[in-house]
């Protein structure tokens, strides 16, 4: 199966479980896999046979920028519907979704989730 990536797009937002996260807010590495047919793009040079992945980032941004919610595994689900809805074209994705400073005493890179869903 073909797919076009978008690694690490960062966006600022307001969630975790903490009162701190969804108040201050933090930066999120969102990357994404979509797998669908490319052949028709491939032949063609043609936007209109692939995925515009600046309306991907674009609807990304406005779920991660937008209403908090608790959990990254809740945010990556709402991520995934609305790509599934707004490109009929997907036929699966994977996502990640990575917390850069996340409030914990110990020292590490990131802390993150990464789920794939295949339509249905």
């Not at 903490?18 to 936007?47: H, I, K, N, W, Y």
């Not at 941004?61 to 608790?70: A, D, H, K, R, T």
């Not at 790509?83 to 409030?103: G, T, V």
């Amino acid at each position: 199966m073909d797919s076009i990536r978008l690694e690490n797009l960062s966006f600022y937002g307001y969630h975790g479980v903490l009162p701190e996260e969804q108040r201050l807010g933090q930066r999120f590495l969102v990357s994404l896999e979509t797998f669908l047919d490319l052949c028709a793009a491939g032949q063609s040079d043609d936007l209109s046979q692939t995925l515009d992945y600046g309306k991907i980032a674009k609807t990304t941004q406005i779920l991660v920028e937008g209403e908090p919610v608790q959990l990254l595994e809740h945010l990556a689900t709402r991520i995934i519907e609305k790509l599934f809805h707004e490109f009929p074209a997907i036929e699966e994705i994977h996502i990640s979704i990575d917390k850069p400073s996340p409030p914990l005493p110990q020292t590490l890179d990131s802390v993150g989730i990464t789920l794939q869903r295949k339509r249905t």
